[in-house]
């Protein structure tokens, strides 16, 4: 049989461009090298509770079509994501707001915190910022520097903040009014069900094969479609001819606790150097289970290497201008597109996948 596409990867970017070949008749076999559906949105059920195999996912956007369109595949329960940061033995809401600033100063006021704050970036007098923790120091200055990025964000890296680039940091999200809201956008949720679903749906009357690399299959198949939509990773599909991109990863233990309710919350980031992981999920409470049972995941960034799992593209210059190289070479494959995370070494929320794939659909399929 010979398909109008083979869709490299089940993930939202592969299953949205299935989903909208089929309806305007085209054929289409979506393969994935893991075992399941649903790439990195993939929830697993333990004790009845939708646990999120590749980290928290959180949906929210401000793209009302991309609202409307997730919302044909499921139902959005009501969850905002208000994480809680726990440093040494003191803790704090975030993003960082007068919930914050009250509890770490003893003050009730927009005024005392922003006088408090602009104190301490003025006695550090830092006009150039050199690294990042410079860089941070002069937005945040010394004591949420201190408590709330240092030890997260050298956990992140695996590097000393005077280490890392100023660029990481450009602005942060300072709120200087009573809300623990962590997202800024007009819609957000998580579907009722878990994310699985929606991919079940879009992929629905498809043919679909898990277990299925695409470099052994195109071996054995090469005439098996007229277009490829290819959502894995780009210098791969090159066999790394250019070099190898790089990722930072992270390892997630997961374990069940035999209590309802471990952290009162779904997401606690640890903020400080020494615990070694930087959060805790307790995935009920995406979906306000009353399980009597709980599931947690403790949350180790790592360094990445061939063949681990890659999460996060390192777009520093010299891995922007290697993807360059590579995004040549694509171009220059004719039957072939390249989408997704992976694709296009970028990272990107789940509503920016539907935005693109969306795009990809609208010149791809007339
Ligand atoms: C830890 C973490 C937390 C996140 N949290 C959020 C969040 O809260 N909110 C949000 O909006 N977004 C979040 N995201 C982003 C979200 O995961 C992505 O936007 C989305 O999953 C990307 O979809 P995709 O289809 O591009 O990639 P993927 O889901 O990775 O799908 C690609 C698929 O291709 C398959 N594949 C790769 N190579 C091959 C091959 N050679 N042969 C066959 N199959 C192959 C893979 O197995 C994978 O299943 C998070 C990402 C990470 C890493």
Redo the contacts with the bound molecule.
């Keep these: 049989m010979k398909y109008n596409y083979l869709i490299?990867?089940?993930?939202?970017?592969?299953?949205?461009f299935a989903y909208e070949a089929k309806k305007k008749g085209k054929t289409c076999l979506v393969?994935?090298?893991?075992d399941?559906?649903?790439?990195?949105?993939?929830c697993e059920e333990i004790e009845g509770i939708n646990v999120?195999k590749?980290?928290?996912?959180?949906?929210?956007?401000s793209n009302k079509k991309v609202w409307d369109y997730i919302n044909q595949f499921a139902e959005f329960n009501n969850y905002i994501?208000s994480p809680v940061a726990v440093y040494k033995d003191e803790l704090y809401n975030l993003p960082f707001n007068m919930n914050t600033f009250s509890k770490m100063w003893g003050i009730r006021t927009p005024q005392e915190a922003k006088e408090i704050i602009q104190k301490q970036i003025a006695e550090l007098n830092i006009t150039e910022p050199k690294n990042l923790e410079e860089q941070a120091l002069s937005l945040a200055g010394t004591d949420v520097y201190e408590k709330l990025i240092k030890g997260y964000t050298e956990k992140q890296w695996g590097r000393p903040c005077t280490e890392l680039p100023s660029f990481i940091i450009k602005r942060l999200p300072f709120r200087f009014i009573y809300d623990n809201n962590y997202f800024n956008d007009r819609y957000q949720g998580i579907p009722m069900g878990g994310y699985t679903k929606i991919v079940e749906k879009m992929l629905d009357g498809i043919d679909v094969k898990t277990n299925?690399?695409?470099?052994?299959?195109i071996k054995e198949n090469p005439d098996i479609a007229e277009k490829t939509v290819?959502?894995?990773?780009i210098d791969?599909?090159f066999g790394y001819k250019l070099g190898a991109l790089e990722y930072r990863s992270?390892r997630f233990e997961t374990e069940v606790l035999d209590t309802d309710n471990y952290q009162g919350n779904a997401v606690v980031n640890y903020t400080d150097r020494e615990v070694p992981y930087t959060r805790i999920i307790e995935h009920k409470h995406f979906e306000f289970g009353k399980q009597e049972k709980t599931v947690i995941s403790r949350?180790y960034s790592s360094e990445w290497h061939q063949g681990m799992?890659?999460?996060?593209p390192v777009n520093d210059d010299k891995n922007n201008t290697l993807f360059d190289e590579y995004r040549k070479l694509a171009d220059q494959e004719k039957d072939v597109i390249f989408?997704?995370?992976?694709?296009?070494y970028k990272?990107?929320?789940?509503?920016?996948?539907i935005e693109?794939?969306l795009e990809v659909c609208e010149k791809e399929l007339v």
């Design positions: 490299v990867g089940a993930g939202l970017f592969g299953s949205v393969i994935d090298k893991r399941h559906i649903a790439g990195n949105i993939y999120h590749y980290g928290a996912h959180i949906f929210h956007t994501n299925t690399d695409y470099f052994e299959f290819f959502t894995g990773m791969e599909y992270v949350e799992e890659p999460y996060y989408g997704g995370r992976l694709g296009n990272y990107y929320d789940m509503d920016k996948v693109a794939a």
